[in-house]
């Protein structure tokens, strides 16, 4: 079941990558505060954009899991939650993590 407190944004589309990866990083660091943006349209042309969408993203992650982590545990963190799907079919990932309060 979803948190009532993360955030979603509406006006940005939602595609099947970008719920999975909504998905998985609920489960694994129950964010406060969770947005999942594909930047893939803005890639157009570049490496690794393959005309299907759903290759670049943008995750914007407060979670208590984070407190007392620095910056490349954190991405650690959801990189592991992330696992194969970054692997297989995320070209390219932009995390903004942070504690509660940060």
Do not use: C, K, W
């Amino acid at each position: 079941m979803q948190s009532p407190y993360i955030e979603r944004m509406s006006e940005l589309p939602t595609g099947p990558v970008a719920a999975e990866i909504s998905r998985r990083l609920t489960a694994a660091l129950a964010p406060t505060r969770l947005a999942v943006i594909d930047d893939s349209e803005s890639h157009r042309g570049h490496a690794g954009h393959d005309g299907s969408g759903e290759s670049h993203f943008t995750v914007e992650i407060e979670s208590p899991a984070f407190a007392g982590q620095n910056r490349v545990a954190r991405q650690r963190a959801v990189n592991a939650a992330l696992g194969d799907l970054l692997r297989e079919r995320v070209h390219a990932l932009a995390i903004r993590a942070r504690a509660p309060g940060e």
